[in-house]
């Protein structure tokens, strides 16, 4: 049975269109061949940026002490939040070993990289808590060298706030420097920064599409498209706390989807009658997002009951995903496909946003299905080792060549047979010395 729209999406998420693609492998070989000086280039006609692109430890400084004491004060209580939520992710990632057979040793080992690339965007907001998502979890993992960068805004260069938020979540350095050009910085290793091993942190549809274009040698998070956020509620759920939930996430840009299911016909209509005085009551330019992501990508739908709500949520897989609705533990365990669950009415998205604690750099266009968000492990690798002795060589030789042969992989048989011979040979000497 078809779901009952109240108000369906005449649009659709957009795509990479094949002219940013274009433009940011152009952008990239000019970079990957001209380095820093190509970087500095982009810096000047894109951003319109003539300041240094390294930003000097007394730059970072003052502009700390221009940071209000009130502020800092928010700022680090958020940066304890994730700083000690990324700690407790790193606790259950372990080193082990076990004994598979007698003689046949395997482990893991849990290995931080060595560097990373962390974007921060900038333009229209000043993403603070952007800088405290990426820095400070890669340094709980156990990173040794962190790049930070940043578009600056304006003559200003980077915000104060900002590099108050990149200097407390430990950033080794920070570079004055955003798009395409940014990206290619700390892939390619430029301004005094090493090549990084992964880059992480949202971005622009240019800086996305960079990081898509480098992934293979160098990590990256996940591929990122527009920010999107789901609400399940039912009628035990407030009509304009929803609405301005809905919107709140809305703002986020015209690309950015927004979605309310319900098994109540009152709360839909009482939602959808709201929201035009919700965008309304917007600041510039907040309200023309919202009002054309709304417009364009919202949507309302009306289930039978809450198992469809949940089914039509795994389906979407969103990026944000927010039960309004009794029974949380039931939700809690049911629900399958989201980057992360808000969990009650007091839950909104905008605390995990900006300093609950869990990450807020999550997977968007049904990217849920299969990964989940930024956390320690992505700045870990997880190898594994094995040892073999006498024991059990025999066995593992003659199964290992066994198979191989099947395979028609004889190389591999043989290596598998020379050990087993080795060993016959070395018993056949302990057995004369013994006689």
Not at 150 to 161: C, F, K, M, R, V
Not at 359 to 377: C, D, E, I, K, M
Not at 384 to 397: I, M, N, S
């Amino acid at each position: 049975m078809p779901l009952d729209h109240i108000k369906s999406a005449p649009g659709q998420p957009p795509q990479a269109a094949a002219d940013i693609v274009d433009t940011v492998q152009i952008m990239l070989a000019r970079l990957r061949a001209g380095g820093a000086q190509v970087a500095l280039e982009y810096a000047r006609t894109l951003d319109g940026w003539e300041g240094s692109i390294a930003v000097p430890s007394a730059s970072i400084a003052e502009a700390i002490d221009r940071v209000p004491q009130d502020l800092k004060d928010d700022i680090a209580w958020a940066h304890d939040n994730i700083s000690r939520f990324a700690a407790a992710q790193r606790a259950t990632a372990q080193d082990m070993e076990i004994e598979l057979r007698p003689g046949l040793i395997a482990g893991q080992r849990q290995i931080p990289l060595s560097a990373a690339g962390c974007y921060v965007p900038g333009g229209r907001y000043t993403h603070i808590a952007s800088a405290l998502m990426s820095i400070a979890t890669a340094r709980e993992a156990g990173v040794a060298d962190i790049t930070a960068c940043s578009p600056p805004n304006g003559a200003e260069g980077i915000p104060a706030p900002m590099l108050y938020a990149m200097h407390l979540a430990g950033a080794t350095r920070v570079l004055c420097i955003g798009g395409v050009q940014g990206v290619a910085a700390m892939a390619f290793g430029l301004f005094g920064a090493p090549p990084a091993d992964i880059l992480v942190g949202p971005g622009n549809a240019f800086v996305a599409e960079a990081k898509r274009q480098l992934f293979g040698p160098i990590g990256i998070d996940m591929f990122a498209g527009p920010t999107d956020s789901l609400v399940l509620a039912d009628d035990s759920a407030d009509p304009e706390t929803v609405a301005v939930d809905l919107i709140g996430q809305a703002e986020h840009g015209a690309t950015s989807p927004v979605w309310l299911a319900t098994t109540s016909r009152d709360l839909a209509e009482s939602v959808l009658a709201r929201i035009p005085r919700v965008i309304a009551a917007l600041p510039e330019p907040n309200r023309s997002a919202a009002e054309a992501a709304w417009r364009d990508l919202g949507e309302i739908v009306l289930c039978n009951d809450r198992e469809e709500m949940a089914r039509f949520a795994d389906d979407k897989a969103p990026e944000h995903l927010h039960v309004q609705a009794l029974d949380l533990a039931w939700w809690r365990e049911r629900l399958r496909a989201y980057g992360s669950l808000f969990l009650g009415a007091e839950t909104t998205v905008a605390f995990g946003d900006k300093a609950a604690g869990p990450n807020h750099v999550l997977p968007t266009s049904g990217a849920a299905r299969y990964t989940g968000g930024l956390s320690v492990h992505k700045f870990l690798k997880t190898v594994t080792w094995q040892q073999v002795d006498a024991r059990a060589l025999p066995d593992l030789a003659r199964v290992s060549a066994r198979i191989s042969r099947e395979e028609r992989m004889e190389g591999h048989a043989r290596s598998a047979d020379i050990r087993l011979d080795k060993l016959a040979a070395d018993r056949k000497i302990q057995v004369r010395a013994g006689g």
